[in-house]
């Protein structure tokens, strides 16, 4: 096992900025997963990481059978000086493990025929993360993402999906003006001046939502491209609702008339 004691070391430097730089992760096709549930679930979802990164002076049964599981697939384990490890891990209180894991899902083929969630310049990690979960909650299997949203793999969205991204393809960086027209199944997008409530809609198909900007919404261009606005009911004491709230209504909702 490797152990690796300065901070000017290349990997370490490697490390550093898949933790902290979109651009680089883009680039390497790689990103980092931290923690027990984290690593273990990739285990048992995915298959096995480019390297298992332990911090030096951990000692946890959990983190020991995740160790022994990456001996047994002969994954390459590298072990780093505490005060080092601090510097890469992107979370303040550290489990002291972390896999460096292949973007699985950039290079998947979009499939025009299946229920999708289409985000169009979602910020906020924490957003993109619930949404990811309430996908999978909900049996949606393919979310596309525009070029001006977060990056799915980042480590604070993959923290705030909680391993939802390993039963999911996601598709990066598209042109949404280019793809939307290409769906074969309705496509519905959420409106404060629609007048067809989501409860009065017909959702017992395969369904593509469209989901925008927290601040903004779905972007003019994209919105043209739509023909079934719908409204979630809701007070008037309430201007709107969080775009991670409003996506999970609208998936739950589709999932219920399903049944």
Same mark, same amino acid.
């Given at each position: 096992?490797?152990?690796?004691? $300065?901070?000017? /070391? ?8 898949? $933790? ?10 790689? *990103? ?34 995740? #160790? ?23 979370? %303040?209180?550290? @489990?002291?493990?972390?896999?460096? +894991?292949? /973007? *699985? ?21 924490? !957003? ?6 309430? @996908? ?13 949203? #977060? ?15 390993? $039963?999911? /393809? ?6 949404? =003006? ?11 997008? *959420?409106?404060?001046?629609? =007048? ?11 369904? %593509?939502?469209?989901?925008? !900007?927290?601040?903004?919404? #779905? ?7 739509? =023909? ?16 991670? &709230?409003?996506? =999970? +209504?609208? &998936?739950?909702?589709? &999932?219920?008339?399903?049944?």
């Amino acid at each position: 096992m490797q152990v690796i004691s $300065s901070n000017k /070391n290349i990997f370490v430097k490697k490390l550093i900025q898949l $933790s902290s730089s979109s651009k680089a992760r883009r680039k390497q096709g790689l *990103t980092i997963v931290e923690g027990i549930h984290l690593t273990s679930e990739y285990l048992k979802k995915v298959g096995s990481p480019e390297y298992c990164i332990l911090a030096s002076d951990i000692d946890n049964s959990e983190i020991n059978d995740i #160790v022994l599981e990456c001996q047994k697939r002969k994954v390459k384990i590298i072990t780093i000086e505490q005060n080092i490890y601090t510097k890469i891990s992107p979370v %303040v209180t550290s @489990a002291g493990i972390m896999f460096v +894991i292949k /973007n *699985t899902n950039s290079a998947v083929d979009i499939n025009y025929e299946i229920g999708t969630v289409i985000l169009d310049g979602v910020q906020d990690a924490g !957003n993109l993360g619930t949404i990811l979960r309430s @996908a999978v909650a909900t049996g949606v299997k393919q979310i596309i993402c525009s070029q001006n949203t #977060v990056s799915a793999w980042s480590p604070k969205v993959l923290r705030a999906g909680m391993g939802a991204h390993y $039963s999911l /393809n996601i598709i990066e960086n598209q042109n949404l =003006t280019d793809i939307v027209p290409n769906f074969k199944v309705p496509i519905f997008t *959420t409106s404060l001046k629609a =007048t067809n409530s989501i409860y009065q809609t017909n959702l017992s198909g395969e369904v %593509v939502w469209i989901f925008g !900007n927290e601040g903004q919404g #779905v972007s003019k261009e994209v919105q043209a491209l739509v =023909t079934n606005h719908i409204i979630i009911p809701q007070s008037s004491n309430i201007e709107s609702l969080n775009v991670a &709230m409003a996506a =999970t +209504i609208c &998936m739950f909702e589709k &999932m219920r008339q399903s049944l």
